[in-house]
């Protein structure tokens, strides 16, 4: 950790407002991209953005430097905010499993084909897209393709393990591919 870091966390102890300024100034903005790719509306990952931060300082005493970074540490938040807010909020969700999951059955060089070469078509199709998948699904997808974190760093955040992000990346892929082709359609 560093002194900045330290400095940082013992004034949000102390629940100074100019830490807490600085702790905005710091991660303020690589929070609201994340909560806005996650949630889409921008009023909704405005509250969701505040909720995020009021966890943050009021829950500073549980933050462990041993089992994480400070931003690994505000992402997760971000993340389960996020995605407590769609859960309680509900959406439209495709469910591929109930059509006898038909995306499992697409093969990779398919998907990679679908993506393909990004013009502005298939960038607003995989837009339109993302917001059929589950908020979790979401959130995997845009950490890995938006954030480019590593399948540990987005581990960490969902409390999870690398493998297990990467069999469900693979799958998620496939989701939104046959989504685009359904909205192709």
Not at 6 to 17: C, E, F, V
Not at 23 to 45: H, K, P, T, W
Not at 68 to 86: D, G, M, P, Q, V
Not at 167 to 183: D, G
């Amino acid at each position: 950790m560093t002194e900045t870091e330290t400095n940082l966390i013992a004034g949000l102890l102390k629940k100074s407002p100019k830490a807490q300024q600085q702790m905005l100034d710091l991660y303020g903005r690589d929070v609201f991209a994340q909560v806005v790719r996650i949630v889409s509306v921008i009023e909704n990952a405005e509250e969701v953005y505040q909720d995020v931060f009021i966890k943050v300082f009021n829950n500073i005493n549980r933050y462990n430097a041993e089992k994480s970074s400070l931003k690994t540490w505000i992402s997760r938040i971000a993340y389960n905010e996020s995605i407590s807010f769609l859960r309680h909020k509900g959406m439209p969700v495709i469910y591929f499993e109930d059509q006898g999951d038909k995306a499992e059955a697409l093969s990779d060089t398919e998907v990679d084909e679908t993506f393909g070469h990004a013009n502005q078509e298939t960038v607003q199709l995989i837009r339109t897209a993302l917001k059929y998948l589950p908020p979790d699904e979401r959130a995997i997808i845009t950490m890995f393709y938006y954030d480019e974190l590593s399948l540990k760093e987005i581990a960490d955040i969902t409390e999870s393990i690398p493998s297990t992000i990467a069999s469900k990346l693979s799958r998620t892929r496939k989701k939104l591919c046959r989504i685009i082709k359904m909205l192709q359609s």
